[in-house]
Every structure is written in structure tokens, then in C-alpha cells.
Nanobody
Framework: QVQLVESGGGLVQAGGSLKLSCAASGRTIVTWPMGWFRQAPGKEREFLAA????????YYPGNVKGRFTISRDNTKNTVYLQMNNLKPEDTAVYLCAARNTAQTYIIYDRTDEYDYWGQGTQVTVSS
């Protein structure tokens, strides 16, 4: 079983930056594709970023591309999400997810493609 724990959220002013971390325990995730999502009250869970098993591929939707960067440190069994130029509409609970697969370069952008989820960390951006 894998446990994912997000951290790094908080309150930030518009235009500011935050770096979220997703630490895995229970099993190594160094060979798993990972993703970041967010969910605002009353809205569906939204895909933000994904990274392949070997870190060769990353993918972002248009609304965060150029502002958010996903990365991984396999020595720490941790995945990160660097968020720059934050906007009030970025306010949400941010969650990381892991998929247990041997696929090397495929990345995943749907919630139903992931096997494990963290509890999330709150990000609030004030105007």
C-alpha cells in the first residue's frame, strides 16, 4: 500500500509562488507515473500536471502551462509542483496521485487513471 502526503500549501498573494511536495511512503514510487490535481468547492477535480515514470515526459493543460512545473526526486521518493504567478482562481485543495504501472513514458491526465491519492493541501491565493 502507498501513502501519499502533500505539503507546502498556504496563503499567498496574487503573483506569488508556492512549491508543493508529495511524499510517498509504504512503497517506492520512483518507477510510477505521478500527477497533480486540484479541487475547488463545488467543482470537479481538475488536472494540473503529470510526469512519466522516467521523468522524460511532462504534460500540463493550457491554463497552467508556463506557470506550473512538475518534477520528481526519486532519491527522496517525492514529487513536486512549483507554482508561479498564482491567481485567485488557483485557490483550491491540491492533491497528488500515483499510478501503479510499468509503462515508462506514458503520462496520465484523468482522475480514473490513478490508483492512489493523497489527502490534499489547501492553497489560497488572495487578490
Amino acid at each position: 500500500q502507498v501513502q501519499l502526503v502533500e505539503s507546502g500549501g498556504g496563503l499567498v498573494q496574487a503573483g506569488g509562488s508556492l512549491k508543493l511536495s508529495c511524499a510517498a511512503s509504504g512503497r517506492t514510487i520512483v518507477t510510477w507515473p505521478m500527477g497533480w490535481f486540484r479541487q475547488a468547492p463545488g467543482k470537479e477535480r481538475e488536472f494540473l500536471a503529470a510526469i512519466s515514470r522516467q521523468s522524460g515526459n511532462v504534460y500540463y493543460p493550457g491554463n497552467v502551462k508556463g506557470r506550473f512545473t512538475i518534477s520528481r526526486d526519486n532519491t527522496k521518493n517525492t514529487v513536486y509542483l512549483q507554482m508561479n504567478n498564482l491567481k485567485p482562481e488557483d485557490t483550491a485543495v491540491y492533491l497528488c496521485a500515483a499510478r501503479n504501472t510499468a509503462q515508462t513514458y506514458i503520462i496520465y491526465d484523468r482522475t480514473d487513471e490513478y490508483d492512489y491519492w493523497g489527502q490534499g493541501t489547501q492553497v489560497t491565493v488572495s487578490s
